[in-house]
């Protein structure tokens, strides 16, 4: 593990950084004229967040040597890959973890946000953008939000970013940039009609914005990729375009493409030693579903994924559905050799960058994980709790505990939940139910587990049409259409 003395001791450095910019302050104002250098000016680091789309764990090269993911490789291996992070089953809810800091048991985006939601993350949350920019940061979402489209209180611009560009809702045709019949795709609240491949567009945006950021302000910046989920598009178009596993794979080939162009932005501008960067997937991959789900479920037709060794995938609250290829590399301060075994849930972001940074959050779910990230050595996390749709897991290493709900199209009287407990360390691919066995043990986790208050903001409606990504245009642009 390689770092300096600074980092070691966060709050030591947390005091040193506030003195400093005090002394700064009182400098510049007996001599205004006073020219301080870039090393002096910026004090915290810059932050950059690449969250990627249903990407599955063996869909990465440092977990399959069948695919070819070099830069996302190369985050995993110069920084720290992070071996047991949790994210929740689907990606609105692992979004509102991450930039809540909360459960999805208490911010309550228990599904995805539909194109006929009226709310999303709910407004009471102070979230990650509205913290940094108070540290005077400036605030760039690029990609993907899906956190709230038809009331603008909801968009991301009206939660802390000081720029968004890309789409509102959960996905998109990668070409045509439509959702469920309306053009989604626009900078700052106006729709753009430009042609391009959106994961290429979502690349160019970030790394202009990296080359037109500040010297003297810190920025942070979330590249929310929609690749590699759903429809199965790649830049080729047409008739020679094919929906098989090497077309996912030429998707995520792209996505990676793009992650090693913006770390080469980053060093191009000599900000890659003042950059902390995180990498992860929203949610485990959308793996092929029995023929009865797919009819059921559209949406989870074309699932490429692959998660193997690990049981199910998106939407389940199994491993291959909630622990996810997942990195961190601040270059020079957090690096390792060796993958980082410590328990991490997707809300132990925000709490980890305010340790950091040095600004508090108050009483929330997700706990800081900076040391282990710093020096290696596992701390203990707690409990955390993975949930979507009714279906939930409470992780308390190396006990999970699954709490796994009926289909929500099923009729209620065929809907029951089913309960289950496995060792992970044991068995990772949770083969052996111990709930019989373990009975004390499981009788306690479930226990806990449904002792936690509940909020519901966001519930799967199955009486509406299910969105759809890509094809005709049919209505109203999403960010007109929510101005009217």
Same mark, same amino acid.
Request: glycine share 8%; hydrophobic share 35%.
């Given at each position: ?143 993907? &939000? ?75 910046l979330t590249v929310s990729y929609n690749a590699p989920h759903t429809p199965i598009e790649t830049r080729q178009t047409g008739e020679k375009a094919q929906k098989n596993r090497s077309t996912y794979l030429e998707m995520i080939s792209t996505l990676d493409s793009g992650i090693g162009q913006i770390l080469s932005a980053l060093e191009d501008e000599g900000l890659l030693h003042e950059t902390i960067i995180f990498f992860t997937s929203d949610n485990g991959g959308f793996s092929p579903?029995? &023929? ?126 089913? &309960? ?65």
């Open positions: 593990m390689r770092s300096d003395l600074s980092i070691r001791c966060p709050q030591t450095r947390h005091r040193l950084y506030r003195l400093e910019k005090a002394f700064l302050v009182l400098i510049s104002c007996f001599v205004p004229h006073l020219a301080m250098s870039s090393e002096t000016e910026q004090i915290n680091p810059n932050i950059v967040i690449i969250l990627v789309d249903d990407l599955g764990w063996n869909d990465v090269g440092y977990h399959n040597e069948n695919v070819s993911t070099p830069n996302i490789d190369r985050l995993a291996k110069a920084g720290v890959e992070l071996n047991r992070f949790y994210v929740n089953p689907t990606c609105s809810p692992t979004r509102a973890s991450l930039m809540s800091g909360e459960f999805a048991t208490t911010h309550g985006v228990d599904s995805p946000v539909q194109w006929h939601s009226r709310t999303g993350l709910p407004l009471k949350h102070r979230i990650l953008p509205q913290f940094l920019k108070s540290e005077g940061y400036s605030t760039h979402l690029v990609g993907k &939000w899906h956190l709230g489209s038809a009331d603008r209180d909801y968009w991301p611009q009206r939660r802390g970013f000081d720029s968004f560009y890309g789409h509102l809702n959960g996905g998109i045709g990668y070409h045509d940039h439509i959702f469920s019949g309306g053009k989604d795709w626009q900078k700052d609240g106006v729709t753009i009609r430009e042609k391009g491949y959106s994961t290429d567009l979502i690349t160019r945006e970030s790394i202009n914005i990296i080359k037109s950021s500040s010297r003297t302000n810190p920025f942070f579903a029995p &023929w009865f789900v797919e009819l059921l479920i559209p949406p989870m037709r074309d699932g490429l994924a692959d998660n193997n060794p690990l049981l199910g995938g998106k939407g389940w609250p199994n491993e291959g559905g909630v622990r996810v290829p997942a990195a961190v590399w601040w270059a020079g301060k957090i690096e390792s050799e060796q993958p980082n075994d410590q328990t991490m849930h997707v809300a132990d972001l925000l709490p980890t960058l305010a340790e950091l940074i040095g600004f508090d959050v108050g009483e929330i779910d997700g706990k800081s994980v900076l040391q282990p990230l710093i020096d290696g050595n596992l701390i203990e996390r707690g409990p955390i709790i993975v949930a979507n749709m009714g279906s939930e897991a409470l992780i308390d290493w190396p006990w999970k505990l699954i709490r796994r709900a009926s289909l929500p199209v099923l009729p209620d009287f065929m809907k029951s939940d089913s &309960w289950f407990l496995f060792n992970l360390q044991q068995d990772p691919q949770e083969q052996i139910d111990l709930s019989d066995i373990e009975e004390e043990r499981f009788n306690s986790m479930r226990d806990q587990l449904l002792s936690y208050p509940r909020h519901k903001e966001i519930e799967l409606d199955t009486d509406h049409p299910w969105d759809t990504f890509g094809g005709e245009e049919t209505r109203e642009p999403w960010a007109e259409a929510a101005i009217n």
